[in-house]
């Protein structure tokens, strides 16, 4: 895995797949529960912006989710990165 950390690099390559920029989409992700050692499960859905991040030397490729229609109520950001393995394409071009 690439140590990018001694040299102030990010720990993930960016790219873009235009094939994804602008499809509605909608992923599944787990996060945290607070207090607890759990996580519990975090639905969201929006559009895809196209642009990914690959991390590790087999990359785990997450997509940027934005113009959130569908997040949970205490989400405050208006876009998610999503693993790849856990986006559904909900538009006619699937």
């Not at 787990?30 to 912006?49: C, N, S």
């Not at 997450?62 to 990165?81: D, F, R, S």
Request: glycine fraction near 12%; include cysteine.
């Amino acid at each position: 895995m690439d140590d990018s950390s001694d040299n102030d690099q990010p720990p993930y390559v960016t790219g873009f797949n235009g094939d994804y920029e602008g499809r509605r989409a909608a992923c599944e992700g787990g996060a945290g529960v607070e207090g607890t050692k759990y996580a519990g499960r975090q639905y969201f859905v929006g559009t895809l912006t196209g642009h990914y991040r690959d991390f590790g030397d087999y990359p785990w490729r997450w997509y940027l989710l934005a113009q959130l229609t569908v997040k949970p109520e205490a989400y405050a950001n208006e876009a998610v990165w999503c693993e790849e393995g856990s986006i559904q394409l909900l538009d006619e071009n699937e």
